[in-house]
């Protein structure tokens, strides 16, 4: 009877890790009998909140004193992971197609383990968890933490297991300080063989959940080029301006009515046009009206902006401070001229010199003041006027994020790595100040990585260069290009030039697979291709190019960093070193404005992103992963993304069959 009992209390356990994640807790209610009184009910509570725990009827207890279980943990990742993917998409790449367990492209990965298969509760999360970690760190990643051929899914977990799964939060360049990087944020804390129980790992999750709520994974990277200047987020978009109460008639009604069909998407011509007459019979809510005019989409952007002026206008006319009320006026300014660039170039000046006036109605150094600043500065910026940008942000850079962030990325832009290391030093951020301590630390480690570009670069030069030393290697890869699927093989032989392709692929329009067959004679810019369709084979020239990132390829990683302003990333984990690397999409597109494509003119490049998994004994890359996202003045959408593994032990011999060559004639 006792092992019957035991076995239906475990049964529970799992049930409350991984019952639907949609039944999440409501706020104020208590959804397990036993944590009222536990010190960890609040982050319990909260973890229930955001679907880490499961609740409803069948699962009335957590058991917070229980120790949990490595399974457990690494559904905690998983789902952790799902709600917010895309903090770790710069360096993950990961697709929402791939984070769900599925490869780009024919072929499903797999779990090294013998004891989790398909029929496990746990196989979901752990194969989820074993590709992000494969990701990150390259292959068999999860057995650096887990090692053997067994997972051990019920063993308890340790408390520096977990910290070596956490650390991919962290953004700590070296995997092996996972225990003291995680200890340092505060996240776990005991003895690195304690066991985790469950109540602890709520605790674990509630900080990192804190920890996330701050644009924090390398605050100073802008991958897709649509980060810098950052601007505050505005939580509230549609405020009413004043209190209303539910039974609003007259006036007071159309006003609210207005706003609430602006806020869902209802207006029409009407709803501004009841605005109008509010402004013009001399509406008390003067600010409001002013405000939603603005967003009259019938309006020319003139008008617009006139308006939005207009409802600054009547903030300072009531003569209460309110700096959100200030920062949502000022940033609805911001985003009016952001759309008026096209077309009016100077706006941003205009813009200034408009906001300078209202700038003298405040109390420098104010929270007012820099709810007003932080856009002064960012229009200062897209002004052109980089040195005015710095001296606003650096005024207070000491207690304000966004400005503290801005202020360090275009020091370090400008080569001003130095600078910006001076200034994070004497910043002393009070206790109380956890946002602002969190990113001067995280900003501090990733200066550090700055200055580490060149080194990164030449490790990653030098490894390239064995790899085109070597007398030949095959690659294995699967890519996904415009929704055409790709597996292949290729056979690289260096000393005769010639590379033979074979695979197949799948074209978005048919259903069955085609064969791919083709040989390249590099030394020639010669390319060999089997037509399946007509059934021959056809010789065509490599000299020009297709896409854009074909250019960017012929670039050695020197010239990409110097020319493109490529940013490099470089982690190590077990026996792999990892580089990332990211190149905005304007200056790609700057640099293809003169280069003839075969698909046309490159009008914008939203991703271009690289990882090399190098091997840190042979210095010879294993694996490649990209990509790449690029936009053409035919309106043409091209994504490419795919993965490539390298085998470097087999000796490669290719060469090119006369049949072919006579063939193709």
């Avoid at 120790?67 to 895309?86: P, W």
């Avoid at 797999?110 to 760190?137: C, F, I, Q």
């Avoid at 650390?167 to 690195?192: D, N, Q, R």
Wanted: glycine residues 6%; proline residues 4%; charged residues 25%.
């Amino acid at each position: 009877m006792q092992k019957k009992i035991q076995a239906l209390t475990c049964a529970l356990l799992v049930c409350s890790l991984l019952a639907p994640m949609h039944a999440k807790a409501e706020e104020y209610y208590l959804p397990y009998s036993d944590i009222s009184k536990h010190w960890a009910s609040h982050s319990i509570l909260k973890g229930a909140y955001y679907g880490l725990f499961a609740t409803g009827r069948s699962v009335t207890k957590f058991y917070p004193n229980r120790e949990m279980t490595r399974a457990e943990f690494v559904a905690l990742m998983d789902r952790f992971f799902e709600l917010g993917q895309m903090h770790l998409y710069p360096l993950t790449f990961l697709s929402e197609r791939e984070a769900f367990g599925r490869g780009e492209g024919f072929d499903e990965p797999y779990l090294p383990y013998r004891d989790v298969d398909r029929l496990n509760w746990m196989y979901g999360a752990t194969l989820r968890v074993s590709v992000l970690l494969e990701r990150l760190y390259g292959p068999g990643a999860i057995q650096e933490i887990f090692p053997g051929d067994q997972f051990l899914p019920n063993k308890p977990i340790t408390r520096e297991e977990a910290a070596r799964l956490l650390a991919i939060y962290t953004m700590e360049p070296s995997h092996s300080e996972a225990w003291k990087t995680v200890t340092g944020w505060g996240w776990l804390g005991g003895k690195p063989t304690d066991k985790l129980k469950r109540g602890e790992a709520a605790e674990v999750f509630d900080k990192l959940i804190d920890f996330m709520q701050t644009d924090t994974i390398l605050p100073l990277l802008d991958y897709d080029g649509q980060k810098f200047p950052m601007v505050p987020e505005i939580r509230e978009m549609f405020p009413l301006f004043s209190p209303y109460t539910d039974q609003v008639q007259g006036d007071d009604k159309t006003y609210v009515d207005a706003v609430e069909a602006i806020r869902y998407h209802e207006d029409d011509e009407e709803t501004f046009h009841d605005l109008q007459k509010l402004a013009e019979a001399g509406f008390d809510n003067k600010v409001g009206v002013h405000y939603y005019l603005s967003w009259d989409p019938s309006s020319p952007l003139e008008d617009n902006l006139e308006q939005a002026y207009l409802a600054i206008d009547a903030y300072f006319a009531d003569k209460v401070i309110l700096p959100d009320t200030l920062r949502l006026l000022t940033a609805n300014v911001y985003d009016i001229a952001l759309q008026m660039e096209a077309d009016d170039p100077g706006i941003y000046e205009k813009v200034l010199a408009k906001l300078s006036a209202y700038e003298q109605k405040i109390k420098p150094g104010t929270t007012e003041w820099e709810a007003l600043a932080v856009y002064q500065a960012a229009m200062n910026v897209k002004a052109g006027q980089l040195e005015e940008a710095l001296e606003r942000y650096r005024s207070f850079a000491s207690r304000h994020p966004v400005a503290l962030t801005n202020l360090v990325f275009y020091l370090t832009q400008t080569e001003r790595l130095e600078e910006a290391k001076a200034f994070l030093a004497g910043l002393e951020p009070k206790r109380s100040e956890k946002e602002m301590q969190q990113l001067i630390r995280l900003l501090a480690q990733e200066l550090a990585t700055l200055e580490q570009q060149s080194a990164t670069i030449r490790q990653l030069s030098f490894a390239m260069n064995r790899m085109e030393n070597l007398r030949g290697y095959q690659v294995e890869g699967e890519a996904v290009l415009s929704g055409y699927l790709m597996k292949y093989s290729q056979k690289i032989d260096r000393q005769s030039e010639t590379v033979q392709t074979t695979g197949y692929y799948q074209s978005p329009q048919k259903l069955v697979l085609e064969k791919w067959e083709s040989y390249t004679d590099l030394k020639n810019d010669l390319q060999y291709d089997w037509n399946e369709d007509q059934g021959k084979w056809e010789k065509s020239r490599t000299s020009s190019m297709e896409y854009m990132h074909e250019y960017v390829e012929q670039l050695s990683y020197a010239e990409r960093a110097r020319l493109l302003g490529a940013r490099y990333y470089k982690q190590t984990f077990g026996e792999y070193a990892i580089i990332t690397e990211w190149i905005p999409g304007d200056s790609i597109v700057a640099a293809g404005s003169q280069t003839s494509l075969g698909r046309g003119k490159i009008k914008r490049v939203p991703v271009y992103m690289n990882k090399y998994y190098i091997d840190r004994d042979s210095d010879l890359i294993l694996r490649h992963t990209w990509r790449y996202e690029e936009v053409y003045d035919s309106q043409e959408y091209v994504a490419y993304a795919g993965t490539e593994t390298y085998q470097t032990q087999k000796d490669v011999r290719v060469s090119i069959p006369q049949a072919v060559k006579e063939a193709a004639r």
